[in-house]
């Protein structure tokens, strides 16, 4: 059953780039932006979330290509 839900998850992969075009570049400003924030101000507050909210959107995205591009590699080496 985990099998099938991989193969139906890794159909969408062409969203999971848009997806993680989106969190690279959130990411990338966070980073930039971060340094220059106060400790105590809303906008740091909001940083630091923003910061644990995409550490998970890495997390699931790293797993969904490893997951998906392993599957294919397997194939691969039965031939």
């Not at 969190?23 to 630091?48: D, K, N, Q, R």
């Not at 294919?72 to 039965?78: A, C, F, H, I, K």
């Amino acid at each position: 059953m985990a099998e099938g839900i991989w193969d139906f998850l890794c159909g969408f992969d062409y969203a999971v780039r848009g997806i993680s075009a989106f969190v690279f570049a959130m990411a990338f400003l966070t980073a930039i932006t971060f340094p220059f924030l106060e400790p105590g101000t809303g906008a740091y507050v909001v940083s630091v979330m923003n910061i644990a909210i995409l550490s998970v959107l890495f997390v699931m995205i790293g797993t969904f290509y490893v997951k998906c591009n392993m599957g294919y590699l397997d194939e691969s080496y039965q031939e």
